[in-house]
């Protein structure tokens, strides 16, 4: 199957999909229990200056902060671990057992340490992010070809030339497969932050429409989080296409 059959299969799937939603939504009959897409659209109009105005903008400062963060960090552990295997052993353990830890245990601790500002919604976002951007790294200067490395040692390279010539090359794919987790995951990290306080972010505005049984509401941000991921991930993949022109080769 082509791609374009595949894109069309996949938009009409999608179409489908809304669809039995909102034919669901009627059939229950309580938009208050089940929106349907026709009610979340209408509340997404009719709160749209608040939405697009204060609570997105506040969403993305934390995602964009966030997800930089999180693969400047990630980036970093990855080359620390790739100096040597020791360094690798000492971290690595370290580093899955920040994931074990649920977020939204240890979330709330944030909040005491930096109350409900953009800096602790931030570190929810990168304490999500990091883990992913580090091992995906870590594993692309692995699988640079050791052939390749071993005849620049013998022809003199340095460790500079050596990293920035192949190991660098050879990890760029698993960047790119990093950044289209991390975006989907800063968005949720954003949100959940958000939940648990804070003055705007399409998170908090999702908690208050629970709070007065506003399901169409409660959608409505979600929906555009949804959105806006899905299009910064389409970006993703056409610089990574535009990029990665060497992919298989290295």
């Known amino acids: 199957m082509s791609s374009k059959k595949k894109k069309a299969a996949?938009?009409?799937f999608l179409v489908f999909l809304i669809v039995l939603w909102q034919i669901i939504a009627v059939i229950v009959g309580r938009s208050f229990l089940l929106p349907g897409p026709v009610d979340v659209v209408k509340n997404l109009w009719e709160n749209r200056v608040e939405i697009f105005t204060v609570h997105l903008p506040a969403t993305l400062q934390v995602v964009a902060a966030g997800g930089i963060f999180s693969v400047i960090l990630g980036f970093l552990l990855a080359m620390i671990m790739d100096m040597d295997s020791r360094i690798e052993k000492a971290?690595?353990?370290?580093?899955?057992?920040t994931q074990t830890i649920p977020v939204m245990c240890i979330a709330p601790v944030f909040v005491?340490?930096?109350?409900?500002?953009?800096?602790?919604?931030?570190?929810?976002?990168?304490?999500?992010?990091?883990?992913?951007?580090?091992?995906?790294?870590?594993?692309?200067?692995?699988a640079a070809n050791e052939g390749r490395t071993e005849l620049m040692i013998t022809?003199?390279?340095?460790?500079?030339?050596?990293?920035?010539?192949?190991?660098?090359p050879t990890a760029l794919p698993y960047l790119f497969t990093a950044l289209k987790v991390v975006i989907p995951w800063s968005f949720v990290g954003a949100a959940v932050s958000e939940w648990l306080g804070s003055p705007a972010g399409l998170g908090i505005y999702s908690r208050n429409c629970m709070s007065q049984f506003d399901a169409a509401g409660l959608i409505a941000p979600l929906l555009?989080?949804?959105?806006?991921?899905?299009?910064?991930?389409?970006?993703?993949?056409?610089v990574e296409k535009k990029v990665i022109t060497w992919k298989g080769e290295v």
């Not at 971290?91 to 057992?97: R, S």
């Not at 109350?115 to 692309?140: C, E, H, K, P, Q």
């Open 224 to 238: 555009v989080l949804t959105l806006l991921a899905l299009i910064l991930n389409g970006v993703v993949s056409v």
């Open 91 to 97: 971290i690595y353990p370290v580093l899955t057992a």
């Open 155 to 168: 022809y003199g390279a340095s460790r500079m030339q050596r990293f920035f010539m192949l190991r660098f």
């Open 112 to 142: 005491l340490w930096f109350g409900y500002t953009v800096t602790m919604r931030v570190v929810v976002v990168v304490l999500i992010n990091f883990f992913s951007v580090a091992v995906n790294v870590f594993d692309g200067f692995k």
């Open 10 to 12: 996949g938009i009409l």
